[in-house]
């Protein structure tokens, strides 16, 4: 697969092809694909892990950065029903290494809104908090912020529109992050995010 298609097949291709149905395996031994979401290890191509040089999905639209952390952010250049899809990444680093070809930057966190990518259980940003709960036992609300529930064993965490989701309300973003390391990127963090673009 080129760099090319890697990168689109990552972040917010809508369109598959067939390159993307091959599988490979994650540490423990579960398969993926480029659309798969691994608790605590992954979303698509991109993985909790230390890069160095460039980053899989290239040079972010937009990022932030402060104290030795960063948050990135693409955004897809195509939009479902007037929706913009974002993935966002948390790093930490000494510096923006990555972004620019030097030395690199762990990935904290990820974070989807695109409904393209799916856990293994086929849970994906438009499943309802009944859905999560089925899968992820252990999801409770973030102390801070109502709207997202949090499974901290599993490393992951479901965003929703409103505080207090019920069980009909559907997941408008996931995060993936390092179990009992939540690192959690919100709607309204990255609406910030690219009002500075």
Request: charged share 15%.
């Amino acid at each position: 697969m080129s760099i090319l298609s890697m990168r689109a097949s990552a972040a917010f291709v809508f369109v598959v092809s067939a390159s993307i149905a091959t599988s490979v395996h994650s540490a423990n031994g579960s398969p993926y694909t480029a659309q798969s979401i691994v608790p605590g290890q992954r979303i698509g191509s991109l993985q909790l892990k230390s890069y160095t040089g460039s980053l899989p999905l290239g040079k972010p639209d937009a990022s932030d950065a402060g104290m030795s952390h960063y948050h990135y952010l693409w955004v897809s250049k195509r939009h479902e029903r007037g929706q913009t899809r974002t993935y966002t990444t948390f790093a930490a680093a000494v510096s923006n290494a990555a972004i620019n070809g030097g030395r690199g930057e762990r990935i904290g966190s990820i974070r989807v809104t695109s409904p393209y990518f799916r856990t293994a259980s086929g849970i994906s940003v438009g499943s309802t908090l009944a859905d999560a709960k089925r899968r992820y036992s252990h999801l409770v609300p973030d102390r801070d912020r109502t709207n997202v529930l949090i499974d901290a064993r599993a490393g992951i965490a479901f965003e929703y529109s409103r505080p207090h989701p019920s069980s009909s309300s559907q997941c408008i973003a996931i995060t993936v992050f390092k179990p009992r390391n939540p690192q959690v990127f919100t709607a309204d963090q990255v609406k910030d995010l690219l009002s500075q673009v």
